[in-house]
């Protein structure tokens, strides 16, 4: 089957820090990789995403590499700010023959302190 | 403008009620989703519509009913709920349906808070 692994939250940094958060996966075929974010209160915001291996997702200095080889998608940030606390979803989607299904991880907390 | 819209963001419900949470998009998109969200956990597929079409059912009881009037609104209809059904409900949109490209991003709304008493 298709599963996500991300590694267990909260993550707790002050800002300023480096930010890693690991996910790993395991699809049949061959899966587009995303990540999401969620704000306290909110819906789902897509962070960015990556199509095929060795693509590389970028959006508001959060970035992430598809690892075919490793199956990983780790998210990283440089510099971290109190604004990006939020829980952060790894995901694949396969294409079945009712439409695109998102897997997702089980989430991870990111608390940012001053 | 990627955005899909959801209504009411707030809902108490009593478990002999029926009430409707609803969605809209005007992206052009040809595929739906509704996802259930519990505090702490993951978002699950309940549904998804293809071309106005319902084209998984992820084994939802049937006090949930969907229904996609037409390619830009979904609703959900619910009746006879439980206590445990007091959720985050997510609509979701994405460009493709059955046949579609894999790497299209699933769009989802602001969702609908669901408390049943």
Partial sequence: ????????????????????????????????????????GEGLQLLLKATKADDKGSNKGFEATYRKETTSFHLEKGSVQVSDSAVY?????????????????????????? | DTEVTQTPKHLVMGMTNKKSLKCEQHMGHR????????????????FVYSYEK????????????????????LNLHLHALQPEDSALYLCASSQDGTGGYVGNTIYFGEGSWLTVV
């Fill in chain 1, 89 to 114: 979803f790894c995901a694949l989607t396969i294409l079945t023959g009712g439409g695109n299904k998102l897997t997702f991880g089980t989430g991870t907390q990111l608390k940012v302190e001053l």
């Fill in chain 1, 1 to 40: 089957g298709n599963s996500v692994t991300q590694m267990e939250g909260p993550v707790t940094l002050s800002e300023e820090a480096f930010l890693t958060i690991n996910c790993t996966y395991t699809a049949t075929g061959y899966p587009s990789l995303f990540w999401y974010v969620q704000y306290p």
């Fill in chain 2, 54 to 73: 319902l084209s998984i059912n992820e084994s939802v009881p049937s006090r949930f009913s969907p229904e996609c009037p037409n390619s830009s609104l």
């Fill in chain 2, 31 to 46: 595929a739906m989703y509704w996802y259930k969200q519990k505090a702490k956990k993951p978002p699950e597929l309940m």
